[in-house]
């Protein structure tokens, strides 16, 4: 066979190219609506215009009771950028700077972190933000068509808001709440129905048409009677007498005791009685440092000998068979727990 019919056969395609490159002639959707410029340029404030509502008093109290809660400041960085979203109602580049220096982290890795979580808001949004659930759970189960629904109920599509300021609609990750998918957030309360008057989330209630149309008939009530959203922490309010890390101001934490992590202990202990008294072998862990031989005497344990962790036996010159022998283990000030005791034994021949 020839070798071009051998290169015919193993390409199995004849491909010809007659002419270069031909211009795509039809319309392109703009940037901000293609995958990966899915938000438009947000206009951010300076630090001058932000400053007042980051460097008050109370800002500065409760950023310092977060800190004294970790050992290491950056522990902190999720909870401060949740105070400067709750005081600015969302988090401006500017922000994100701030919590980085207070964090003493760098200004990548906060807004890497504001970036990663999308409970942080990254735009000014409506008084109600819906958040939608469309990962699995909820998808299954129809996330998609109630997304649609509430999009077309609204007149906006995601990540719009509402002419007149009341609603910003946008889709998360899960939401913790699979058994109620579909599910959203109202702010941040889950809700999947009203009743009485209050947004509720009761087992196994899952969004329909018909409830995403009673919660926003809610919000819309509440707006008319409530002027603006009362404040609220959401980190819970101030707290006191919190545990905190040993030494920090007002904690109660206290220093794990020594024996915290102890050691291993003492592993198969053996005892064998002959004329010159009982010899005692044993394996212990690498990290150990010392070593006690202990005897029951009178129904008390009584120390008899030390051992280094080079020693490979032990004998009781006045051990005699039928007496009982333990061995504790320790590494440095940590002690293990005794070994079990063993009772010692004529040596076999």
Same mark, same amino acid.
């Given at each position: 066979?020839?070798?071009?019919?051998?290169?015919?056969?193993?390409?199995?395609?004849?491909?010809?190219?007659?002419?270069?490159?031909?211009?795509?002639?039809?319309?392109?959707?703009?940037?901000?609506?293609?995958?990966?410029?899915?938000?438009?340029?947000?206009?951010?404030?300076?630090?001058?215009?932000?400053?007042?509502?980051?460097?008050?008093?109370?800002?500065?109290?409760?950023?310092?009771?977060?800190?004294?809660?970790? %050992? &290491?400041?950056?522990?902190? +960085?999720?909870? !401060?950028?949740?105070?400067?979203?709750?005081?600015? *109602?969302? @988090?401006?580049?500017?922000?994100?700077?701030?919590?980085?220096?207070?964090?003493?982290?760098?200004?990548?890795?906060?807004?890497?972190?504001?970036?990663?979580?999308?409970?942080?808001?990254?735009?000014?949004?409506?008084?109600?933000?819906?958040?939608?659930?469309?990962?699995?759970?909820?998808?299954?189960?129809?996330?998609?068509?109630?997304?649609?629904?509430?999009?077309?109920?609204?007149?906006?599509?995601?990540?719009?808001?509402? %002419? &007149?300021?009341?609603?910003? +609609?946008?889709? !998360?990750?899960?939401?913790?709440?699979?058994?109620? *998918?579909? @599910?959203?957030?109202?702010?941040?309360?889950?809700?999947?129905?009203?009743?009485?008057?209050?947004?509720?989330?009761?087992?196994?209630?899952?969004?329909?048409?018909?409830?995403?149309?009673?919660?926003?008939?809610?919000?819309?009530?509440?707006?008319?009677?409530?002027?603006?959203?009362?404040?609220?922490?959401?980190?819970?309010?101030?707290?006191?007498?919190?545990?905190?890390?040993?030494?920090?101001?007002?904690?109660?934490?206290?220093?794990?005791?020594?024996?915290?992590?102890?050691?291993?202990?003492?592993?198969?202990?053996?005892?064998?009685?002959?004329?010159?008294?009982?010899?005692?072998?044993?394996?212990?862990?690498?990290?150990?440092?010392?070593?006690?031989?202990?005897?029951?005497?009178?129904?008390?344990?009584?120390?008899?000998?030390?051992?280094?962790?080079?020693?490979?036996?032990?004998?009781?010159?006045?051990?005699?068979?039928?007496?009982?022998?333990?061995?504790?283990?320790?590494?440095?000030?940590?002690?293990?727990?005794?070994?079990?005791?063993?009772?010692?034994?004529?040596?076999?021949?």
């Amino acid at each position: 066979m020839s070798a071009e019919k051998n290169l015919h056969i193993i390409a199995n395609n004849r491909l010809r190219f007659t002419e270069g490159p031909k211009p795509y002639a039809g319309d392109l959707p703009a940037p901000a609506e293609q995958v990966g410029h899915l938000h438009e340029s947000q206009k951010q404030p300076s630090w001058n215009e932000l400053a007042p509502l980051l460097e008050n008093e109370q800002v500065k109290l409760r950023v310092a009771d977060l800190l004294s809660r970790y %050992p &290491d400041p950056q522990g902190a +960085l999720l909870e !401060v950028l949740w105070i400067a979203q709750e005081v600015i *109602g969302w @988090v401006p580049r500017e922000a994100i700077r701030w919590a980085a220096s207070v964090c003493s982290c760098s200004p990548a890795h906060a807004l890497g972190v504001a970036t990663f979580y999308t409970m942080y808001k990254h735009a000014p949004t409506g008084r109600f933000l819906l958040q939608f659930c469309r990962n699995m759970c909820c998808s299954i189960r129809g996330a998609s068509d109630i997304i649609r629904y509430a999009e077309n109920a609204l007149g906006i599509k995601t990540n719009g808001t509402t %002419p &007149d300021g009341l609603f910003t +609609l946008i889709q !998360v990750e899960c939401l913790g709440a699979c058994g109620n *998918g579909p @599910v959203m957030l109202v702010n941040d309360d889950f809700a999947t129905d009203v009743e009485s008057g209050e947004l509720t989330l009761k087992k196994g209630a899952a969004l329909t048409p018909d409830r995403v149309d009673r919660i926003i008939a809610w919000c819309r009530d509440r707006a008319s009677q409530m002027k603006e959203e009362p404040v609220r922490d959401a980190l819970g309010g101030k707290l006191s007498g919190h545990l905190g890390h040993p030494g920090a101001p007002g904690a109660s934490a206290r220093a794990q005791v020594l024996d915290y992590a102890p050691p291993p202990p003492v592993l198969g202990v053996s005892a064998q009685a002959s004329a010159d008294g009982v010899t005692l072998t044993w394996k212990a862990a690498p990290e150990i440092t010392a070593l006690a031989v202990e005897r029951l005497e009178d129904s008390s344990w009584k120390q008899i000998g030390t051992l280094s962790p080079k020693d490979k036996e032990f004998k009781d010159a006045s051990g005699k068979a039928g007496m009982d022998y333990r061995m504790t283990a320790s590494s440095g000030d940590r002690a293990a727990k005794p070994s079990a005791a063993v009772k010692a034994t004529e040596k076999a021949g």
